[in-house]
């Protein structure tokens, strides 16, 4: 059953957006007495029928949901420098999203080489996955922060920062994260963090973690982080 994504609040009858009108009615060619299911991203899947199969306002009726109240128990947020080949940086939120995390966060550091990016691409290629895995909720995508700004920033959980660095500090973070807990983890840009970088959020409560024994690329590193954690707390 194909499925369609819309962050709206549900009635009975309900008009698709304008852009999942076009797929359903011109591109899947779908017409009145289909049946399509709509995430919302917020924990609901609705099974519905089409009654007007009009390609920029298609109409369904709702016939059944199934909603999961929470997430989770606690709470993964990743926040990874955005790659200067931004398709690279796409297949780490396409593959987050099909783990499920809860909040991403592009940042600019030192050796950042993207410093800007297309907010509107990036949360279509969430919605894209969100779709492809049947998830019921969307992860958050915040706005691109500063490094000092990010550091700062409230956190009541576990935090992390992964490096490329030799240090005696660093360990694996399947050793050290405690199963359960709310967690950020920082992932450095192409070039890494500086070892200033390091130190400064050292300093404000991130500890040195790997993620393999192995150097991964960026988007690699933020997979692997969301995966480990959810195996995890399997």
Do not use: W
Not at 5 to 17: A, F, H, K, Q
Not at 40 to 45: A, D, R
């Amino acid at each position: 059953m194909h499925i369609f994504y819309t962050s709206d609040n549900i009635s009975d009858i309900y008009t698709l957006p304008q852009e999942e009108s076009k797929h359903c009615v011109k591109v899947l060619r779908l017409n009145k007495g289909d049946f399509v299911q709509i995430i919302n991203g917020s924990g609901k899947l609705y099974t519905a029928e089409i009654i007007d199969n009009h390609p920029k306002k298609c109409s369904v009726k709702i016939i059944s949901v199934i909603e999961k109240q929470n997430r989770k128990n606690f709470r993964v947020c990743i926040a990874v420098s955005p790659t200067k080949n931004i398709n690279r940086y796409e297949t780490f939120l396409e593959k987050a999203t099909e783990i499920g995390i809860d909040t991403i966060i592009p940042f600019v550091s030192k050796y950042s080489e993207r410093k800007i990016i297309n907010f509107e691409r990036l949360e279509k290629v969430i919605i894209s996955a969100v779709k492809q895995s049947k998830a019921l909720f969307k992860p958050e995508l915040q706005n691109t922060i500063a490094f000092k700004d990010l550091i700062n920033s409230e956190f009541s959980g576990e935090k992390y920062i992964a490096h490329c660095y030799d240090s005696v500090l660093k360990k694996h973070i399947k050793d050290i994260y405690p199963k359960g807990k709310d967690i950020l983890i920082l992932i450095g840009p192409e070039g890494d963090f500086s070892k200033d970088e390091i130190k400064l959020a050292v300093q404000k409560g991130f500890i040195e973690i790997s993620l393999s024994d192995s150097r991964l690329r960026t988007e690699t590193a933020g997979i692997a982080a969301a995966q480990i954690i959810d195996f995890m707390n399997t």
